[in-house]
């Protein structure tokens, strides 16, 4: 897959970051990376590495507790993260949506931040998300008659589709994609990521997407960073992401199993890769590293 010119400008620089729990978990460690505007970077790692945490710091979910995280220029505090959230949007494995609730309403809601509470408890959204809401399902490969479906209707795979249409209602500077496709099948994950990659590229939104496919890191990433024990243990394009780097970040089963990856095909592809390379992807104790 051919990948877009991101823009010199940078989206999101981490310095220094760091995150220690409570319990005297060491979740991310001197974690330095800049991310440019527009670009696509995947996340890598075992569970317990620090995906899920190095995004979560970014949306303010996290506290670090060293180092600092700049958006578009502004330093992340608790002071700015009011003015900084709805630059930033993010997309659940779980896809989080309401599902008693219409379509349209659950899309409507990624403008709850730009839109008083009042509106927001009223459903009364003004005409422009309106708007918007029907050209990003349409967008997303959805149609007008899915606008007044319950979500609880719908696929694992349309329901994503919602999920993307809803992040992107303020258009972004920043997506954070927290394992997007885990709950999905191989043709539905890889769907799903070539709509995210398109509809971030029009926008030129930064990527920030964690992933424990392998083989769909190195198809869709423009940049591949992976962590082990919260540290970062890679940092490159995908074609640099070989067998031994990956022995080195997961162990020798996950480029055993990369290779089989290859030799098979897609038909051996997510249950083999995620269980040597990562283990099982079941919930992970709140608030761990992940």
Known sequence: MTTNPTSTATAIEFRDLS????????????????????????????????????????????????????????ELTARSLRTLRPRMAMIHQQFNLVTRASVAANVLSGAAPAVSTLRVLLQWYPKQYRDKACELLADVGLEPSHLRRRVSTLSGGQ????????????????????????????????ETLELLKRESRLRQTTVLCSLHQIDLAREF????????????AFDGPPGALTDSV?????????????????????????????????GSTGAERKGAVA
Request: charged letters at 20%.
């Open 19 to 74: 995150v220690v729990f409570a319990d005297g978990t060491h979740a991310l460690r001197d974690v330095c990376l800049s991310v440019p505007r527009g670009q696509f970077c995947v996340v890598l790692g075992p569970s317990g590495a620090g995906k899920s945490t190095l995004l979560r710091v970014v949306n303010g979910l996290v506290g670090s507790t060293g180092g600092r995280i700049e958006i578009g220029g502004t």
């Open 246 to 278: 990956i022995d080195r970040v997961y162990g020798t089963d996950a480029a055993r199993t990369g290779r089989l990856i290859r030799a098979h095909g897609e038909g051996a592809n997510v249950a083999p890769a995620r269980s040597a390379a990562t």
């Open 221 to 232: 990433g423009d940049r591949i960073v992976a962590l082990r024990q919260g540290a970062v």
């Open 159 to 190: 329901q994503q589709r919602v999920g993307i249409a809803r992040a992107f209602m303020l258009d972004p500077l920043v997506m954070l994609a927290d394992e997007p496709v885990a709950s999905l099948d191989p043709r539905i994950s890889r």
